[in-house]
């Protein structure tokens, strides 16, 4: 069954700090892995996507890496800023023969960057 | 910034009330999705289409529906909303296997 699952559910860190978001999936066969950044009452943004190749990919002060052989994923946030306060989905597509990607949304971490 | 527009942003009504939640797109995707999302609670898709003409069911059921008459436009319908049927709604729409771009979502209330 094709799933994706993250930890820790929520985080509470100080601002200046850094942090790390983790993502497991099982979604075969593997297309790629995007983190999103939703902020409350907004849609999700993507910040990285990442094919099969691909091990780390930047976006300013973020940062994700994959591991393909063991199916994991994380998104690591240096320097957090109150603006970081949000939820970050881990987002995988599985390939399929047709012109559609299986799309399997994680359930999301919810961050807070507190003063 | 994705061009991608969501109306009504909120909105409040009464049960068995007839409502459309309008999404339009200025980028060209042939594709555009529906999905309902509870607060804290993780996207779940309830609808999708490939293009003019086409709307597939999404993993989640849901009663409303939705029409692709034009490209840009993916309007969803509730014929007879019901409390139950209180939810963020967001849509989406993406080029050929490409990254989904999210609209800001309708936060819908039924009394």
């Known amino acids: 069954k094709n799933q994706v699952e993250q930890s820790p559910q929520s985080l509470i860190i100080l601002e200046g700090k850094n942090c790390t978001l983790q993502c497991n999936y099982t979604v075969s066969p593997f297309s790629n892995l995007r983190w999103y950044k939703q902020d409350t009452g907004r849609g999700p943004v993507s910040l990285t996507i990442?094919?099969?190749?691909?091990n780390t990919k930047s976006n300013g002060r973020y940062t994700a890496t994959l591991d393909a052989d063991t199916k994991q994923s994380s998104l690591h946030i240096t320097a957090s800023q109150l603006s970081d306060s949000a939820s970050y989905i881990c987002v995988v597509s599985a390939w399929t023969y047709s012109s559609y990607d299986k799309v399997i949304f994680g359930p999301g971490t919810s961050l807070s960057v507190i003063p | 910034e994705a061009d991608i527009y969501q109306t009504p942003r909120y909105l409040v009504i009464g049960t068995g009330k007839k409502i459309t939640l309008e999404c339009s797109q200025t980028m060209g995707h042939d594709k555009m999705y529906w999905y309902q999302q509870d607060p804290g609670m993780e996207l779940h898709l309830i609808h999708y289409?490939?293009?003019?003409?086409?709307?597939e069911k999404g993993d989640l059921s849901s009663e409303s529906t939705v029409s692709r008459i034009r490209t840009e436009h993916f309007p969803l319908t509730l014929e007879s909303a019901r409390p139950s049927h209180t939810s963020q709604y967001l849509c989406?729409?993406?080029?050929?296997?490409?990254?989904?771009?999210f609209g800001p979502g309708t936060r819908l209330t039924v009394l």
């Open positions: 990442m094919t099969f190749s691909e």
């Open positions: 989406a729409s993406s080029a050929w296997r490409g990254e989904q771009f």
């Open positions: 289409s490939y293009g003019v003409n086409s709307t």
